[in-house]
């Protein structure tokens, strides 16, 4: 049995982690979601097809103070439901589209939309809204999934044609990834938990899970863990002490507005800054420690018996210097890039440089860029260091890339074949001295 743990250790720990992981998604959400029921706000929604339009009925208005036109316009078309328990019935529902809107959705036809119902109302004697049970269909959204999906199934089919075997690795790791935010983690701060908390483990069990997935339990996996934790930790220290320092509220948006009216649970939107910060930096960061640790191992191989620790910590600095420039630029610019239509608006609004970098909508995208890019800086010595620790350690404990046992092999294979060479050539001497003899 132990021989067989030691021959296939790499796939035995591969199927522990996938099944561990299949453990932390299922049980984990349970947990997460027992005070929350992920889904429940969809119910009424179908997906449908929209088979011919019925009407189109327009109307021009004009709002008060000004002369420009507006028009309105309210399509009404029949539809086939797609999904749900209606699944099949053809439905008449309604499109407003109004020019009032700066870029109007586009007339319904033979589209795949999203539709939803609610109950007709009136009025009673007393003037109370009550429903009558009567229900009217609308137009929600134009169903985008099946694009997205067409469109994630030419990423993972080009990420298995140049990645092979790399590539399924990347695919589950991606897969338990995204069910670990979106099974456990979201359910978990819709639920009450402490959002610090839940943000650190998923955090870890994205780090763990990556690594054993994708390099397995190995020294160069080792380090760039360890370098990985190292980096989020001064990222989530940094996070917490400059909320306080900045007077951070989370409310800066519309989003934030509507989570504080959310009936059944209170979120604090400090804590839901912090988690989306360190959750946000965990895949840069996990970036840099893991090219630092692998050029690191390529470079205390090529040093072959005389590996140095000052020497693999001085090259993985010089390393991580070139990886340092582009990654915090990668990481600033995506913080940049999910909110330039707001960078936008204010800074077409604002007259003041003062007071446009003083919004904490602003403040909070920059504080998140450079929290991040600062895990990033102390990622690259956290990982160098361990990494030359651990490789020059290699070179005195087993002298380098074979270890005791397999050199032992080798020599001993070396001696069998020189001493056939001696008996070959000394038979080669005899055989000539016998034929000049002859001669």
Known sequence: MIAFLKKYRGAVIYILTVLLSILYI?????????????????KLEYSATVLRVIDVQEDSYTLSGSDNTLTSEQVTFEARVT????????????????????VMPKRVEGDDVILSYASDSEL??????VENGNYIWIFAEYN???????????????????????????????????LAIFAVFVPSILSGYNIYLSSAITCLFIIVMTLLIVVGATKKG??????????????????????????????????????????????????????????????????????LSS???????????????????????TI?????????????????????????????SET????????????????????????????????????????????KAGGGKNPPAKREQRDKKRQKTTAQDDALQKYENAFQKESKQRA
């Open 222 to 291: 080792l380090c760039a863990a360890v370098g990985c934790a190292g980096g989020i930790a001064v990222t989530a220290v940094l996070t917490t002490v400059m909320s306080k320092a900045l007077q951070l509220t989370g409310l800066v948006d519309e989003q934030s507005l509507y989570i504080t009216m959310l009936d059944n649970v209170q979120i604090d939107l400090k804590a839901l800054l912090f988690g989306a910060i360190i959750v946000g930096a965990v895949g840069a960061v996990m970036d840099v420690s893991m090219s």
């Open 83 to 102: 999904s749900g328990s209606l699944k099949g019935i053809t439905v008449t529902a309604t499109q407003q589209r109004d020019s009032i809107v700066a």
């Open 295 to 317: 050029s690191l191992l390529e470079v205390s191989e090529q040093m072959g018996e005389k590996k140095s620790f000052k020497k693999l910590f001085r090259s993985g600095m």
């Open 124 to 129: 009673d004697e007393n003037g109370n809204v």
């Open 144 to 178: 985008r999934i099946p694009g997205l999906l067409w469109l994630g199934g030419f990423f993972f089919f080009f990420l298995l044609l140049f990645g092979r075997k790399k590539g399924v690795n990347t695919i589950v790791s991606l897969v338990f990834t995204c």
């Open 352 to 395: 003041s440089l003062m007071s446009l970098f003083n919004r904490e909508m602003i403040v909070e995208e920059v504080m998140q860029a450079l929290t991040g890019s600062f895990g990033i800086l102390f990622t690259i010595p956290l990982t160098s260091l361990f990494a030359a620790f651990l490789y020059s350690r290699k070179a």
């Open 26 to 42: 299922v049980f984990g959400s349970k947990i997460a979601s027992r005070n929350f029921y992920f889904g429940n706000v969809s």
């Open 320 to 348: 991580g210097r070139d990886i340092m420039g582009t990654m915090a630029n990668t990481l600033i610019l995506a913080y940049i890039g999910s909110s330039l239509s707001v960078v936008i608006l204010l800074v077409a």
